[in-house]
């Protein structure tokens, strides 16, 4: 079975540019590494060309997602998975590939309807190596993809069955978290490589916004704490103080960013080994801390 094998890059909608490269440089730490025409920002953290890219298109939410796979050969072997699970595939065009910065792409949608792509061959930088404009000592990505999110769907089962059996994702886990009191919600946690998770699911029926977070990992826990430090002297609001996850035993707090949904700024997560890996279950987000603050 073909398998993507990482978040290559995410597409974000936003609805003040100025705001965003400020808060992507300044307080994430993420690089410039080219605009568009139509200013939309490219983002690196690592020595892919770009990771993120942030379009002045104003909805303030998830724009697609962006899955690599190894090869021509792979890439057509998830057409022919999708095609075979009734999806609609588009193979994308070259001006398309090129504005994405990779060789090839398909082009799809969820069950949510959640525009999405697959690609292969990614355009990288080594000849300018990755340069924050802050301090930091840099973000666990390469192989692992750039971080990880968490996506509100329509329909959890619907999306558990696409992802693990049509996209060839693995499951690490379910947590059960109890948000708001007295409302159960059950999240599905998915690996692609061996970062812990790639893609969490949660599902809610006309959600406000499809991203709920996107998760950065740092490669030292002295980032983390002077980002921390750093928002409250931006005034940056925090919406979960540092706490450490149960299910991949990250470190970590969440702030807001200017479209409304929250990064996770973390260090520290245990990785998948896919020989030994058994499928766990959790009743509560984190070990400790995390605690809820006002944005």
């Not at 992507?24 to 568009?36: K, V, Y």
């Not at 939410?61 to 095609?83: C, F, P, S």
């Not at 693995?170 to 812990?196: M, Q, T, W, Y």
């Not at 980002?227 to 035993?249: E, M």
Request: glycine share 8%; aromatic share 10%; with cysteine.
């Amino acid at each position: 079975m073909a398998s993507i094998t990482q978040l290559g890059y995410l597409g974000l909608s936003v609805s003040d540019l100025k705001a965003w490269e400020h808060f992507a440089t300044n307080t994430l730490g993420l690089q410039i590494s080219a605009r568009g025409d139509d200013g939309t920002l490219f983002l690196r953290l690592d020595d892919y060309h770009h990771r993120f890219l942030v379009h002045p298109s104003g909805k303030d939410d998830l724009d697609y997602l962006g899955w690599e796979v190894t090869d021509e050969q792979a890439l057509r072997a998830l057409t022919e998975q999708l095609k075979a699970a009734g999806v609609e595939v588009r193979h994308g065009t070259p001006e398309e590939a090129r504005l994405r910065g990779v060789v090839d792409l398909i082009r799809f949608k969820d069950p949510s309807g959640i525009p999405s792509e697959v690609f292969y061959g990614p355009l990288m930088a080594f000849n300018a190596p990755f340069q924050s404009p802050r301090p930091i000592s840099g973000f666990v990505a390469d192989t692992q993809g750039l971080g990880h999110m968490v996506v509100v769907m329509d329909d959890l089962d619907r999306s558990v069955h696409f992802y693990r059996d049509v996209l060839g994702m693995r499951i690490s886990d379910f947590v059960e978290v109890e948000r708001p009191p007295g409302h159960k919600r059950r999240l599905a946690f998915f690996h692609c490589n061996p970062r812990h998770h790639t893609i969490a699911i949660a599902a809610m029926p006309n959600p406000p916004k499809r991203l709920n977070h996107f998760m950065l990992q740092m490669k030292s826990l002295d980032d983390v704490g002077a980002t921390y430090y750093l928002c409250q002297d931006q005034g940056i609001p925090i919406v979960r103080s540092l706490g450490r996850h149960t299910n991949d035993h990250m470190v970590s707090f969440y702030l807001q960013t200017p479209s409304g949904f929250d990064v996770e700024y973390g260090w520290g997560a245990r990785v998948v080994d896919d020989r030994t890996w058994q499928v766990q279950f959790h009743t509560a987000g984190s070990m400790w801390g995390h605690r809820p603050m006002s944005r």
